[in-house]
């Protein structure tokens, strides 16, 4: 059961020198907080559920590697929690070792799986069959190659102390661990970008903007040829655009494959007709929908609203059934 969360507190995927720490400084709403590093993405919603924070800052999708299924499957199998925000961090990575180091001296390399997905290409071309090991996350790795790391819960099992001696990591933590660096942008995507999220425990979204973006889950009721086309048409009939279909095991049955939830983006805001209309379509024909959030968009684009599809249609064809209902006295 949760408890009255802090009034102070910002929790965020830790330690300093992340990708994360920089949306915290960019978060809308949350310069009141003070922001406290965790050792995972679990640790930090859990302070939010357990009411140690009031909020939590974790990444969430990311433009090369898809949905951060950390923070997905923590939200699904966890007691719910809701999305208030969201932030767009560039992402850049650089190659950082010990001082007196070169590339030559390079044998193992410690980073975050996202970044050395990112980062492949340029790995293969400049180190060629060099292992890479993984940490927490890649202010971590540094940490871990600055000799400065004091937390045994971020280093991974296959890598042990001084086994490493180069990480991959974001600018900023050279700079943070003192680090020289050896090779800078090594990432494959130049335009590549980490949506980050805040989370608190369940409340009243922010009011509608217009750009605003809606976070959900829905779940089949039978496995059956057509289930989801039949989920995907209640926002197809209602003019709700879908930004992003993202599928998770469920993983609540004994054997086998399956079943699958599936996770979904929509343009629009909860308090617009045409989304709300297609949410309760949603409650009707699936087995669950578990809604994640109503939130202003990043980027603050406000999407085309198609004809038939305003709040003043909906308003008017709601009037007009009622009319049909129950006509004037004559």
Not at 157 to 184: F, K, N, Q
Not at 233 to 260: F, K, W
Request: proline share 8%; glycine share 8%.
């Amino acid at each position: 059961m949760s408890t009255a969360p802090s009034s102070t507190t910002l929790a965020y995927l830790g330690p300093e020198g992340t990708f994360t720490e920089a949306a915290t400084r960019a978060m809308p709403g949350v310069d009141h907080l003070t922001p406290v590093p965790h050792s995972s993405v679990a640790a930090a919603l859990a302070a939010v559920r357990g009411g140690a924070a009031s909020a939590a800052v974790v990444p969430f999708e990311n433009s090369v590697e898809g949905s951060v299924n950390a923070t997905l499957d923590d939200l699904l199998r966890g007691e719910r929690l809701q999305i208030m925000a969201e932030v767009l961090v560039p992402v850049e990575f650089s190659l950082m070792t010990s001082a007196g180091a070169s590339l030559a001296d390079v044998t193992r390399i410690i980073t975050h799986p996202v970044a050395e997905a990112q980062c492949r290409r340029w790995l293969a071309e400049h180190l060629p069959g060099v292992p890479v090991v993984m940490a927490s996350s890649t202010a971590a790795a540094a940490a871990i190659v600055a000799g400065v790391d004091d937390d045994p819960s971020t280093v991974p099992s296959t890598a042990e102390a001084g086994s490493v001696d180069a990480a991959i990591a974001a600018p900023v933590a050279a700079d943070h661990y003192g680090l020289p660096t050896l090779a800078t942008s090594i990432g494959e995507n130049a335009d590549a970008v980490t949506r980050f999220v805040l989370v608190t425990q369940p409340g009243r979204p922010a009011a509608p903007t217009g750009a605003d973006k809606t976070t959900f889950v829905t779940y089949l009721r039978a496995d059956r040829p057509g289930a989801l086309l039949e989920l995907l048409e209640q926002c197809a009939t209602r003019g709700v655009n879908l930004t992003r279909i993202h599928s998770r095991p469920v993983g609540d049955v004994g054997v086998g494959v399956g079943p699958y939830c599936f996770v979904l983006d929509a343009e629009g805001h909860i308090e617009d007709a045409r989304l709300g209309e297609a949410l309760m379509g949603l409650h009707r024909v699936s087995a669950q929908v578990t809604y994640f959030g109503s939130y202003p968009r990043a980027d603050g684009v406000i999407p085309p609203v198609n004809d038939g599809t305003s709040n003043d249609d909906f308003h008017e064809a709601a009037q007009w059934l009622t009319s049909l209902r129950r006509p004037p006295d004559h």
